[in-house]
């Protein structure tokens, strides 16, 4: 699901099947170079997101995402998301980003780094391909994370 309205009243229906916030982390560059680069990784960054979305429909509700500065305290923000997400009903919330200080530092748990690959000049079938090919990496963490909990249970 992802957060319009329209699914929203769905969720709101079904909430207690959809136990799953995934946020997209995206780092805006304040240069050039930075700019282009930032730019390409958020492209492939929501596609991925929204490919990993439609693979666990009724399971996920994509969230929009959160957009940071190369600057930015990330220790901070990742401390008011917490806090902010701790209020909404997800028993798991998966943030993803192309940006590796997240989960190498461990800023934020649950964070899962993906390389960016760059999409703008694939044509539609290797860009699905490619998408389909980190998707089969990701699943085996968000299921390790939903089985070791529900077990925990």
Do not use: C
């Not at 943030?95 to 989960?103: F, G, I, Q, R, V």
């Amino acid at each position: 699901m992802n957060w319009t309205a329209k699914d929203m009243d769905l969720y709101l229906q079904q909430s207690e099947y959809i136990d799953t916030a995934i946020i997209p982390l995206v780092g805006l560059g304040s240069s050039g170079a930075d700019m282009k680069q930032s730019a390409s990784a958020t492209e492939f960054l929501l596609n991925l997101t929204a490919f990993l979305e439609h693979q666990f429909k009724g399971r996920v509700m994509l969230l929009p995402p959160f957009t940071y500065l190369d600057k930015s305290d990330k220790a901070r923000l990742a401390a008011e998301w917490k806090e902010s997400l701790g209020d909404m009903p997800f028993r798991h919330v998966f943030y993803l980003t192309t940006d590796p200080s997240w989960s190498r530092d461990e800023i934020v748990e649950g964070a899962i780094w993906i390389p960016s690959v760059p999409l703008e000049h694939m044509d539609k079938k290797l860009k699905q391909s490619v998408l389909e090919d980190q998707v089969r990496q990701i699943i085996p963490v968000l299921t390790a994370k939903w089985t070791g909990a529900d077990a925990a249970r």
